[in-house]
């Protein structure tokens, strides 16, 4: 597997780049991806290690369980103009065999119990 992973890795030269825009989109997340994090963060569920805004590849996703090989996506307003560029985005990350989850603001704010209890079925087993 850690082959498999160095082959998406992000490039060093493009990391220089996306590092700063990773680093603001983490101390200025959506009240929905504040409110995820607080649930995510810390080894909470069942011991997996969760990193917000992680670049694979070209892209930064909102957050990553490496050994999961699960993308969470918090998607808010902007993701209904941009659904080509998500769609390309969700295929290249399918095609390094990463499972994409994606969850709209309204399910994060209005019910994170049961977007909680969606993601717990892709960690069944404790670490």
């Not at 030269?13 to 409110?35: D, F, G």
């Not at 994409?100 to 977007?115: G, H, K, L």
Request: hydrophobic share 35%.
């Amino acid at each position: 597997m850690e082959k498999q992973e160095k082959r998406w890795q992000t490039d060093a030269a493009l990391w220089e780049k996306l590092r700063p825009i990773a680093r603001e989109m983490r101390t200025q997340p959506t009240e929905a991806e504040n409110l995820l994090w607080q649930r995510l963060r810390g080894h909470q569920l069942h011991g997996y290690k969760f990193r917000r805004q992680h670049s694979i590849e070209r892209f930064i996703v909102d957050f990553y369980c490496a050994k999961a090989r699960l993308v969470v996506e918090v998607d808010g307003p902007i993701h209904q103009y941009q659904r080509e560029q998500d769609l390309i985005r969700q295929e290249y990350l399918e095609s390094v065999h990463l499972k994409v989850m994606r969850f709209s603001n309204d399910a994060v704010t209005n019910n994170i119990d049961e977007v909680i209890k969606q993601i717990l079925t892709f960690l069944p087993h404790p670490l």
